[in-house]
Nanobody, 121 residues
Framework: QVQLVESGGGLVQAGGSLRLSCAASGDIFSIVKMGWYRQAPDKQRELVALITSDSITNYLDSVKGRFTISRDNAKNTVSLQMNSLKPEDTAVYYC???????????????WGQGTQVTVSS
């Protein structure tokens, strides 16, 4: 039982920056990793960045060096700082959390409703 609420999307010009935030509530103690996915029109959803419970990060190659994912445990949030934005970054961005109640339990995915990021040229 995890609820995710995204914020921070909007319209920005190419080269600009945005910071997305995702607030998690519910059974946050069993979350093993959180990440950001995005889906552009007529494209499949792709992983942009993730961060694990032990703070290991992973990034999509095309955003590496431009985006930074971070976690604020005190606020139960995960953020995605996006710099040097390009029109190809335009998509709906979704926060994702993976919950594993125990080491022998199945993993469960939870999703936010998405926030639109539009980068104009």
């Amino acid at each position: 039982q995890v609820q995710l609420v995204e914020s921070g999307g909007g319209l920005v010009q190419a080269g600009g920056s945005l910071r997305l935030s995702c607030a998690a509530s519910g059974d946050i103690f069993s979350i093993v990793k959180m990440g950001w996915y995005r889906q552009a029109p007529d494209k499949q959803r792709e992983l942009v960045a993730l961060i694990t419970s032990d703070s290991i990060t992973n990034y999509l190659d095309s955003v590496k060096g431009r985006f930074t994912i971070s976690r604020d445990n005190a606020k139960n949030t995960v953020s995605l700082q996006m710099n040097s934005l390009k029109p190809e970054d335009t998509a709906v961005y979704y926060c994702n959390a993976v919950r594993r109640p125990s080491r022998l339990a199945k993993e469960y995915d939870y999703w936010g409703q998405g926030t639109q990021v539009t980068v104009s040229s």
